[in-house]
């Protein structure tokens, strides 16, 4: 399936990040599928800018990586070339014709931080004049050509300062500096549009690309095949179970809110890292390949009955990855901040516990646990819970073994009476509640709900 193996490379495989957008390109025209796109918040705003009836002005994208610069450079150049290729160079070049007529150079730089020198190297004599040109015509009330440049936020200033000392440069970056301190997008009398992609919403970004990945057409292929019940998109496959309860509102609702929790914590999430978390949650699974499952891997991890390690939700939080491939992705290491499955209450362990066997709890467990046939009750989970239940019985016997010697030791050498003894007891019961509290949070109560 040429779909799924292509929203693999939206997940947490190994990659060069500074040629993302190159290699998700690549890989849609080797598998012959259309690349998930919906329209970035800022389109309207960066394309008008090369409207005929505008006036010539450069425009600065900035912000973090895979905040979808790139992007909208490729979509600047369609506009103005009508060709949907073409942007591969560091550096490309076109007109714009504006209201008088006048057709105006264009220089696209789709990636500051590739066109610049490396480690410390000196500028290119050319590189280096071009931008000065680029500082000299912000000022320029009538400028003769204009810019569009691409660069992460610390990438620009850094650019700049590495650039020969002169007076147009030396104003154009405490421009830069002004307007991504102050979070804005012109200065009264520079003929420049700044564009911070990193302070737009999570959230937001997350409504667009959800809908754009659940609604691409690969899905259709996958629907249309005549999958049996161990195959791929077969009625017990996971990729399709996780699909389909991504569509589920409620699933919807609650990813949303762990985006705007980012918002307001300032932990912006840029679109590469959404759609990691969208293929990681349908694919992820920890014995697949770089821990993402393909099509052929459904058939065996059926029949061994390893379904429930692909739930989608454990794989929200990157549960699938090694700990050290987790911590090192943006998107996991905002969500484990929260702590969610870290914790847990009484309540919830009686119902994953006992609630099979007391009344007390058997309605909420039949309705949590035992209906989800993927990730709820199946005998992986029977297993650890008897497994819990028969540890925590030995630990019990051990430690009112160690009370009871305890007691009969104090009373012999130290003469103490029977209410020591009774609490002592109770310390090791609490003891040992206290460490049922924490296998409980390593194990069958501990996973993401």
């Not at 973090?64 to 009508?82: I, M, N, Q, S």
């Not at 694919?283 to 739930?311: F, T, W």
């Not at 009373?411 to 609490?423: I, L, N, Y």
């Not at 460490?435 to 390593?442: H, S, T």
Request: glycine share 8%; net charge negative.
């Amino acid at each position: 399936m040429n779909w799924i193996k292509f929203i693999r490379q939206y997940g947490p495989i190994p990659r060069n990040d500074n040629m993302y957008d190159e290699s998700i390109q690549r890989a849609a025209r080797k598998r012959v599928v259309r690349p998930i796109v919906f329209e970035h918040p800022s389109h309207h705003s960066v394309l008008s800018i090369f409207d005929v009836q505008r006036e010539p002005t450069s425009v600065i994208l900035t912000g973090t990586a895979g905040d979808g610069k790139t992007h909208l450079c490729r979509e600047v150049w369609e506009k103005l070339t009508g060709e949907s290729g073409g942007l591969n160079e560091p550096l490309v070049q076109t007109t714009c014709t504006y209201a008088d007529g006048q057709k105006v150079p264009v220089h696209i730089i789709k990636d500051l931080s590739e066109w610049a020198p490396q480690g410390g190297a000196t500028w290119d004599p050319a590189k280096e004049h071009l931008l000065q040109r680029l500082c000299r015509s912000i000022f320029d009330s009538r400028p003769s050509e204009v810019f569009l440049v691409a660069a992460n936020d610390g990438q620009l200033i850094e650019s700049w300062r590495r650039l020969a000392d002169d007076p147009h440069v030396s104003r154009a970056r405490k421009v830069f500096e002004t307007l991504l301190v102050e979070d804005r997008q012109e200065l009264p009398g520079i003929n420049l549009k700044f564009f911070n992609l990193s302070r737009g919403s999570s959230a937001g970004l997350f409504d667009r690309a959800l809908d754009a990945f659940l609604h691409h057409e690969g899905w259709e292929e996958c629907r249309n095949r005549s999958a049996g019940e161990q195959d791929f998109f077969g009625v017990n496959c996971p990729v399709r179970h996780n699909y389909e309860l991504l569509q589920r509102d409620l699933v919807r609702k609650r990813l949303r809110a762990l985006l705007e929790l980012c918002d307001f914590n300032d932990l912006h999430v840029p679109i590469r890292q959404i759609l990691l978390l969208l293929s990681n949650a349908v694919l992820g699974h920890p014995d697949a390949k770089d821990c993402l499952m393909r099509p052929a891997d459904i058939p065996a991890l059926i029949q061994r009955g390893a379904v429930s390690k692909a739930s989608l939700y454990n794989n929200i939080f990157g549960g699938n990855l090694p700990e050290n491939r987790r911590e090192a992705i943006t998107v996991f290491d905002y969500l484990d901040r929260f702590r969610i499955g870290h914790e847990t209450t009484n309540r919830i362990d009686n119902i994953l516990i006992f609630g099979e066997a007391d009344e007390k709890f058997r309605a909420h467990f039949d309705m949590l646990v035992a209906s989800d046939r993927f990730y709820g009750a199946d005998d992986q989970y029977r297993a650890a819970q008897l497994e819990y239940l028969e540890g925590a019985d030995d630990e019990s016997k051990a430690v009112q073994r160690r009370a009871d010697h305890c007691s009969v030791e104090g009373s012999r050498g130290r003469g103490q009476d029977e209410g020591r003894m009774s609490s002592t007891r109770d310390l090791g019961g609490d003891l040992l509640q206290l460490e049922g509290q924490v296998r409980r949070n390593d194990g069958v109560g501990g996973a993401p709900a």
